[in-house]
């Protein structure tokens, strides 16, 4: 699964982020549960009641006892009616009895059944996914998306999503990761729409009554949570890799663009097919993208489920930078659905491959430092959350499946495979994963087998590897500080572990440079105090500790500013350039450091040229004029929107009308980011005239330009400007709202106009309750709260009493 995520890069804002962490409970805490029974194989039909929501199902489900006689069977199954439950033999149903909670099915079968019988139970069954009780929306298992077509500008969708344990929302089932069965799924269907589920199209059947009944067969065994179902008015763009089909399933309107979306999909299956020496597994591979998905992507064997971001237009992805959430939905495919993590404390099977997937996609694609600077931009991400540092990557102590789902599994696991890579070379660390591939193919593992893999394959052991980094938490804190002893000639480089916890025995490289050259030392730090005595013809001009800046770590680094500006020009890295361009960032009116700063915003790489000129932001004014001929010039050339549209607003603040001409070409990028970044420019010389040209961009805009505009019209909130402002915030997507949320609030709080002020309350209302259920109220009733003090001043009573009765609204609302 992908956490929420986009492709144009911009912050989400909290609430979005909670629906995706705090997603799914379940009843497993501590001990994970004995097997009884495992599924051999699922048969399900099922036709739908888009009036009220429900998935009307049979289920032939063939099981086997685990390892001991049994007579009774319980099944997950979630928020349904138990219509009847029979024993199927042959042509012939036996009625079983059974007990229902609405969460456990339990039957009891007719007789004692042994590990070698298998027995096929039938169940029909209606699921109510609307109606459980308890039950977050974000854990329903199946939506029904506009399902009466009452809203305007919607696709009816139906889709599933299933992880971790939710697909007994709309199928019994035993919900857990190290169940594998093979399926069988019919789904009778209104006979507009098309449908998507795992495996294979065995048939397509008309039936009488305008609907047609689509059969999908998975032959390979794989998780209940990875089973899928999708119907819709889906256009299907038809791609291959290597004679099989590679299907993209797109909302009419975003179609054109399939190829620009998901395109990379074939080429991303032959890069891991032969990186790993396994090749893609499944018989296809469909990519579909959904309307209002309650995660970022979800990787369904062979069917992988996209949320909106990738729903894109030409315009808004060429604001797309870097992006590699199709690959790391894509290497899923091997690592969580071909190999699956035995149980959630060890996700890590899973999510740190997928993340590690990107990291290696990056590198082949795009080349090593947009690679390095993901892997630092997620490193980041790690470090942010606190709680991070006391979890460990294999995490036991858990309470619910969804505490698994942050930043330790995903991206600090990512970074640990990237050093297992390191420490092992390429080509150990590969075969390693081809022997844990193969050997446990269509099976479950746990960290072990990893090891044991990667152990077998290198001949290293890596049980120290393992207990610090998979079974012990947190990371080093680096203290490294550096003397010269002239009369040994030697480097004293001092590295002290500051962190809580244990000390962290770890490989490193130091780069030792000096009389023109570079020397690599490959040593082990290993105590909470270590010295290296590095010997050097001459005092070093750098010594570059961690030289492949491989290590998952945070650090004090007390180099000189002279020995990071030749870090940046001779450090071949990306993270060599930004730690000196970091340390630059620190003393702008320092010489050295401004050479530094003068050089990155010429880099190679757009993300530390882009770096570089938010430097030149917070300078003062007289770096600021030494930095403005080298930025206008990059202004011109820079074909990265992102870095171009930085540059931009850095000389935005510059209130140069010379650079006006600049602006008014970034009017007509094709960019929305760029026209933003134009506007703000326009602005700061002639707000009258940066106001004039918003009117212009009013039919056509997104992302930061919608929220260039509302800022534009928000600075005098004039009644002429509220229909655009109105119509396009209750017109937009959830995400859209959620960025324009604070614009448009503050647009209402402004302007004096009771009915318009009415409208605004509304608008946010809807949200506050619709919302309510996944964090957005207590936001909602803040901009109230601020909305009824303005009212109050601007002498408005009915826009006042419009906010407490909103209020009350939002209280009530569940
Ligand atoms: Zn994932």
């Not at 858990?398 to 698994?404: G, T």
């Not at 092992?424 to 746990?446: I, S």
């Not at 030749?566 to 320092?590: N, S, T, V």
């Not at 209302?765 to 109050?792: C, H, N, R």
């Amino acid at each position: 699964m992908k956490k929420y995520f986009l492709i144009m890069k911009r912050n989400i804002a909290l609430f979005v982020l909670l629906t995706t962490f705090s997603q799914m409970v379940s009843a497993q805490s501590g001990r994970i549960p004995d097997k009884i029974n495992d599924i051999v194989h699922t048969r399900l039909a099922v036709s739908f009641d888009y009036q009220r929501c429900y998935v009307y199902g049979k289920e032939w489900i063939t099981l086997k006892p685990h390892n001991y006689l049994t007579d009774s069977l319980t099944l997950d199954a979630k928020g349904m009616d138990i219509n009847e439950v029979a024993m199927q033999n042959g042509n012939q149903k036996t009625s079983l009895k059974f007990s229902y909670d609405s969460l456990k099915l339990r039957v009891h079968l007719n007789r004692t059944y042994k590990t070698t019988e298998n027995y096929t139970v039938f169940i029909n069954y209606t699921a109510k996914p609307k109606q459980r009780k308890g039950i977050k929306k974000n854990e329903r298992g199946i939506y029904f998306i506009n399902p009466q077509g009452k809203e305007k500008d919607k696709p009816t969708q139906i889709w599933t999503e299933g992880e971790p344990e939710s697909s007994s929302g709309w199928f019994p089932t035993i919900d857990r990761p190290d169940e594998k069965a093979t399926s069988e799924i019919s789904m009778t269907v209104p006979a507009k729409y098309v449908t998507l589920s795992n495996g294979r199209l065995a048939s397509q059947k008309n039936n009488h009554d305008r609907t047609r009944t689509d059969t999908w067969k998975m032959d390979q065994p794989n998780a209940p949570y990875l089973f899928m179902m999708a119907v819709g008015n889906f256009r299907i763009y038809h791609d291959h890799w290597r004679g099989k089909p590679v299907d993209y399933y797109l909302d009419p309107k975003y179609a054109p663009y399939a190829k620009q979306i998901f395109g990379e999909t074939p080429e991303a299956m032959e890069f891991f097919s032969k990186t790993l020496g396994v090749d893609f597994p499944w018989n296809k591979e469909a990519q579909i993208a959904v309307s209002d998905y309650v995660s970022g992507a979800m990787e369904n064997t062979t069917a992988t489920v996209f949320g909106n971001p990738y729903q894109a237009s030409i315009r808004e992805l060429a604001d797309s930078y870097f992006s590699a959430g199709v690959e790391h939905e894509l290497f899923h495919q091997w690592f969580g659905d071909y190999v699956t993590a035995k149980n959630w404390p060890n996700l890590s099977l899973n999510e740190s491959f997928a993340d590690f997937g990107e990291i290696i996609w990056l590198e082949h694609k795009y080349g090593k430092d947009a690679a390095d600077e993901h892997i630092e931009s997620g490193l980041q991400g790690y470090l942010g959350d606190k709680n991070n540092s006391t979890r460990p990557l294999v995490n036991y102590n858990i309470k619910e499946p969804a505490d698994m789902f942050n930043g330790v599994t995903y991206q600090k696991g990512g970074r640990i495979l990237n050093m297992l890579r390191n420490y092992l070379g390429n080509d150990a660390f590969y075969k390693g994963l081809h022997l844990y591939l193969t050997t446990n193919a269509f099976k479950n593992a746990e960290a072990t087998q990893l090891r044991l893999a990667l152990e077998q394959a290198s001949g290293r052991d890596l049980n120290w590897f393992f207990n610090q980094w998979y079974f012990g938490a947190g990371h080093p804190v680096l203290n490294i500080s550096y003397k010269w002893e002239e009369t040994t000639k030697t480097e004293l480089v001092y590295i002290e572990q500051k962190q809580q916890g244990q000390t962290f025995k770890v490989p490193l490289a130091v780069d030792v440079y000096s009389s023109g050259k570079a020397i690599r030392h490959k040593i082990w730090l290993g105590a909470q105090r270590d010295t290296l005595r590095l010997k050097s013809e001459s005092e070093p001009d750098l010594v570059n500790v961690d030289a492949d800046k491989i290590l998952i770590c945070q650090k004090t680094d007390e180099k000189s500013i002279k020995e990071f500006a030749y870090q940046y020009f001779h450090a071949p890295l990306y993270l060599d350039r930004l730690e000196a361009l970091e340390a630059a960032g620190k003393d702008l009116k320092d010489s050295i450091a401004q050479k530094v700063i003068l050089a990155a915003i010429n880099d190679k790489f757009p993300g530390l040229r882009k770096k570089a000129v938010t430097l030149v932001r917070s300078s003062d004014s007289l770096f600021k004029i030494i930095a403005e001929p080298t930025l206008i010039a990059l202004a011109q050339s820079e074909t990265n929107n992102q870095t171009k549209a930085e540059v931009l607003h850095v000389l935005a603040r510059y209130k140069d009308a010379r650079n006006l001409p600049v602006f008014y070409t970034a009017l007509k990028s094709e960019s929305y980011t760029v026209q933003a970044a134009g506007l703000f420019g326009i602005n700061e010389i002639d707000p009258e005239k940066a106001v004039r040209e918003a009117h212009h961009l009013e039919q056509d805009n997104h992302g930061e330009l919608t929220e260039g505009i509302f800022v534009l019209y928000g600075q005098k909130a004039e009644l002429v400007d509220w229909p655009y402002i109105h119509k396009r915030f209750t017109g937009g997507t959830l995400q859209e709202k959620i960025h324009l949320l604070n614009k448009f609030a503050g647009f209402v709080i402004k302007i004096n106009d009771s009915r318009a002020s009415q409208e605004g309350i509304q608008a946010l209302t809807a949200i506050g309750v619709e919302y309510k259920s996944v964090g957005a109220a207590p936001y909602i009733l803040k901009f109230l709260d601020q909305i009824g003090e303005a009212k109050k001043k601007q002498n408005d009573i009915a826009s006042v009493k419009a906010v407490s009765e909103a209020t009350q609204k939002i209280n009530d609302a569940k």
